[in-house]
């Protein structure tokens, strides 16, 4: 017997031309939570698609238990009870919980599905989450947290040997995220093997056992957890040492940019009020679902504010009916979901970075192109987007890059207030620094900046004042950040 | 050979022009008459009005939509037409001109519902289509009207300098500008965003209703030019016209290389499209083939550029392949 479950050897795929694993190794031992560890575009998806037979190694082994497997299809590795959780939620949101959880595995008697089954089931299944929830409500009813925990229950029904969990937690608030790795605790007690692939190091430190990094294709090492430190773990990502982002004071002015005066959504926020001073980055913190998100897109006016509601900006009174008017008011918007709302993705960097700017451009009712295509030179050159030119399509970025063409979109239409929606969600570390670079450079120039995060390390790091929400209402402000800690804003959202 | 020629040949539309043209070449060495000036004539004039109606097309499949009612939009103008030529009396220019524009007004009723009613536009443009169509059989009992003035019926079937077919002249006019409405204005660059990305169109300003609307109209203007046009070359109204332009406008700009999803594709690829449909029309008649293969043949060729084209894309069919036969398909 071997000491391992699975175990991959020397796999190497590349894709048209381009290797993107190299010969890399990944042992999993019963039960142990393996964290598998890279930047963005290490191979880490790579890897697992291999292992969960959506993608064909070029080359390489896979034994279970010792003997060599074949896993060609999808359906190989499920019947080897190999199953993955994909980051990206894939339920259907007009089908109920139990019926998304038995999806293509249907509980059936005589050919046809039994309801009575599948409900029971489900709830079983969700009880080893701990979530007790109405199985037959629509999956559209839950929050983005609930909605990955019955993505993990879907995969619990193929009762796994391997579980592979990509990103479980990004959607996720501390708490929601807790009760998750406690049902990981539990799993792996029961002896099931996973594999957690995660940007979040400190949940790596205290959940996982073992770890394996990957860079750039290749395998970097695999260790015991607690032989490792937080600064090991990036440095063997990054392949350098990488600088830390660090809390930069900065000067503000006192005029005030935007004020919202009395804002209501039923059931989202209500009575909320603020403003946001040029120059300065606000923090927005909270839980998801706290109505952070919702005040922000009415704000921008992706959804309307009842009408008792006021919003002003340079102190006169104005009314945002649509995201136009924001936009011409001099703001922009980062979402937080960039495949859903930000990126047009079949277009090339130009027309997405452009795309707001075209009526800036034209020439004659024309567009004049060539400067469409300098002002993207310059931006490509400016926030250090990696691409080889700027007609290559969006969508083959990296989430880091598209994210700073997003950034030089706003730029380039040259707006007074910026919102990002969690600017540096699944974006990997040295990114990460990169965009918060940026964000203190737009300040700087006196744009106005609001960040919500939900990463709180985050908000303590760019935020010059944090705005703390929870359950829609505004529970107040924290001026002094430099001394304040994560404990500090939680307390004053549960007070 | 410069890159960008390389890359239209690799697109969906190079492939099919070449397609295009193999046949022709094919049909030529078996017959020896399908180069020939006769046929090119009455080839290309046939085929324009495909082209134009695929125009219409090919702009709302862009918005991500598709209008089911371009056949009859055409059909109730081109009648229009020809009771304001025929039983008005009507100048013949300013009779085709006031049809035109109705296009734009009957376009707008789809318009007004995909847009801003946010209806399907399967559903809106199939429930307009039906009416229209009804409105023709109504109105003139499925009787033709003849007698179109000998003016109307030159400016579709005459030739520019007694060789180049005014059709085609129209349908190429307006191909440019359309090229140039899509390809340079920032209203043609918002019909592709749309396409690409509502959700993001939204948050970057684009007034996504506004744009939908128009362009349902222009369809809708299309449709009508295409329609009244075909009296003009008929020299009477038909209640047959228009009826089987549906799925030859989709043809033309799927062959094109327009993406039913909206977001990709060009009026150019459409142009490539209709001639590829209107050469598999002619190669049947030159061959002596039974007629009724047409529409076989037609759907075979379809079906096989979907195909190819969903494979360039998609990794899973790619994996399959290669799974299976050891294929690998570079982009």
Known sequence: MSEFVIEMKGISKSFSGVKALNNVDLNIKPGEIHALLGENGAGKSTMMNVLTGQLIMDDGQIFMDGESVKISSPKDAFEKNIVLVPQELNLIQDVSIAENIFLGNERQKNKL????????????????????????????????????????????????????????????TNREAKTLFASMQRLKKQGTSMVFITHHLDEVLSEADRMTIMRDGQFVKVAEVKNMTKDDIINSMAGRTVKKTVRVK??????????????????????????????????????????????????????????DGKTFVDGKKVEIRNPLDAIKLGMGYVSEERRHDGITPGMSIMENMMLPSYDQIKEKGLINFKKADEITDDYIQKFKIKTPNREVLIKNLSGGNQQKVIVARWMAKGIKMLIMDEPTRGIDVNAKGEIH??????????????????????????????????????????????????????????? | ???????????????????????????????????????????????????????????????????????????????????????????????????????????????????????????????????????????????????????????????????????????????????????????????????GNRNCAKIVGIRTERVEM??????????????????????????SIGQNWVMPSVTAAVLGGTSMLGGIGGVIGTVIGGLLSSVISVAVTLLRVS?????????????????????????????????????????
């Open chain 1, 113 to 172: 599905v039994n309801w009575e089954n599948t409900e029971k089931e489900a709830i079983k299944l969700l009880k080893l989450l701990n979530v007790e929830i109405d199985v037959k409500q629509k999956v559209k009813k839950l929050s983005a947290a609930y909605q990955q925990l019955v993505s993990i229950a879907r995969a619990l029904a193929y009762s796994p040997r391997v579980l592979i969990l990509d990103e479980p937690t990004s959607v996720l």
């Open chain 2, 1 to 195: 050979m410069n890159k960008k020629t390389l890359d239209f040949l690799k697109s969906t539309a190079g492939m099919v022009l070449i397609v295009t043209i193999i046949i022709g070449l094919a049909v030529h060495l078996i017959t020896g008459n399908f180069y020939t000036a006769y046929n090119m004539s009455t080839l290309t004039r046939a085929a324009s009005f495909i082209i134009i109606i695929g125009f219409a097309q090919t702009l709302v499949l862009l918005t991500g939509g598709i209008d089911l009612s371009v056949a009859s939009i055409g059909s109730v103008c081109s009648m229009i037409s020809a009771q304001l030529m025929v039983n008005i009396g009507m100048q013949p220019y300013v009779a085709i001109i006031i049809a035109c524009l109705l296009g734009i007004l009957f376009g707008a009723i789809n318009g007004f519902f995909v847009a801003y009613i946010k209806i399907t536009p399967f559903i809106v443009t199939l429930a307009t289509g039906e009416i229209f169509k009804g409105i023709v059989y109504v109105v003139t009992k499925g009787m033709p009207i003849t007698g179109v003035p000998d003016k109307a019926s030159e400016l579709a079937n005459g030739f520019i300098g007694g060789v180049i077919p005014n059709m085609v002249v129209i349908m190429l006019i307006i191909c440019i500008l359309l090229t140039i409405m899509l390809k340079r204005t920032v209203f043609g660059r918002h019909v592709f965003a749309i396409g």
């Open chain 1, 250 to 307: 900065r000067k503000i002015s006192d005029e005030v940019f935007f004020e919202a005066q009395n804002l209501n959504r039923t059931g989202e926020f209500e009575d909320v009020s603020f403003k946001i001073y040029k120059g300065e980055i606000l923090g927005v913190a909270g839980l998801v679902g706290a109505g952070r998100s919702e005040i922000f897109k009415t704000v921008f006016g992706i959804t309307s504010k009842e009408p």
């Open chain 1, 437 to 495: 670079q940026l964000v203190r450079e737009l300040a700087d120039h006196g744009v106005a900046v609001v960040v919500i995060s939900s990463e709180m390390e985050e908000v303590l790091a760019l935020a010059d004042r944090i705005m703390v929400v929870h359950k829609g209402k505004i529970r107040g402000y924290i001026e002094d950040v430099d001394t304040t800690t994560e404990e500090d804003v939680l307390k004053l959202a549960f007070q």
């Open chain 2, 214 to 239: 128009k362009v349902y109209c222009l369809s809708g203007l299309l449709s009508a030019i295409a329609g009244v046009l075909m009296t003009c070359k008929l020299a009477s109204f038909q209640a």
């Open chain 2, 291 to 331: 007629s009724y293969w047409e529409t076989i043949v037609t759907g075979g060729v379809v079906l096989i550029a979907v195909v190819i084209d969903a494979m360039k894309e998609n990794v899973t069919i790619k994996e399959t392949l290669k799974r299976k036969f050891g294929i690998k398909i570079h982009k």
